[in-house]
């Protein structure tokens, strides 16, 4: 896929150096995959944002996108997108669009990107953003995600940007059986860490890679 994405550069705190800068970072705090950290440079995070707060786009910090949610911390986004291309997975699903910064960096790095996004304010804002970008890889659907996308499944990997007590059987039946990789935050005892499940036919590997803290993971639409 090719983008030109030359139109989107910003100025100062929103220029391609302050992006850069952010990689250097995530680098320094382990991000070792090359080709996320290339998505990463390339995407340009303050389109994902309000104008308003488009200077602290590329601080490696979360920030508020509306309606009590966020776009992901840098770092986050790197280790659990960094997470999923352990498997080299061709076709994601993923569990809440939020900004579309997710998929984005996603759509980068395999072929097709399904996402899903129950709030319609947030779905309709992240559809603008892809077409004013030009992406042709990323599907989206205004639905609860925790129903998935099982017209689309099986997905190679699944990605969910919330936090929830238990992964959704629905969503682990549309996980393929072969070579799987799903990468979540999940809550237990008052504390959120992030989790991969790696599915191989009847084998089932599950790994903690550390305390983060997302929104829940809800159900219904808004």
């Not at 550069?9 to 800068?21: L, V």
């Not at 319609?120 to 995600?145: C, Q």
């Not at 997905?155 to 393929?176: K, N, R, V, W, Y």
């Amino acid at each position: 896929m090719s983008l030109d994405f030359k139109k989107f550069s910003g100025i100062g705190m929103t220029s391609d150096s302050s992006r850069a800068k952010l990689v250097s970072i995530l680098e320094k705090q382990g991000i070792k995959n090359k080709k996320v950290l290339s998505a990463i440079n390339t995407i340009p995070r303050h389109i994902f944002v309000d104008e308003a707060i488009s200077s602290k786009a590329y601080d490696n910090t979360a920030l508020p996108i509306g309606n009590s949610q966020t776009i992901s911390h840098p770092l986050i986004v790197a280790k659990m997108t960094e997470i999923l291309m352990h498997r080299n997975p061709k076709r994601i699903l993923e569990i809440g669009t939020g900004s579309g910064y997710q998929a984005a960096i996603l759509s980068l790095l395999v072929d097709k990107v399904y996402s899903v996004e129950r709030i319609e304010i947030l779905h309709k804002k992240a559809n603008s953003i892809f077409r004013k970008i030009g992406f042709k890889n990323i599907y989206t659907k205004f639905s609860d995600g925790n129903q998935g996308w099982p017209q689309k499944s099986p997905f190679d990997a699944i990605i969910i940007t919330a936090g929830a007590l238990e992964i959704p059987s629905s969503l682990m039946d549309q996980l393929s059986s072969k070579n799987g990789i799903l990468v979540s935050p999940v809550e237990k005892n008052g504390k959120q860490y992030l989790k991969s499940i790696e599915k191989n036919d009847t084998k089932i590997i599950e790994k903690v890679h550390g305390v983060v803290n997302f929104v829940p993971l809800l159900q219904g639409t808004d």
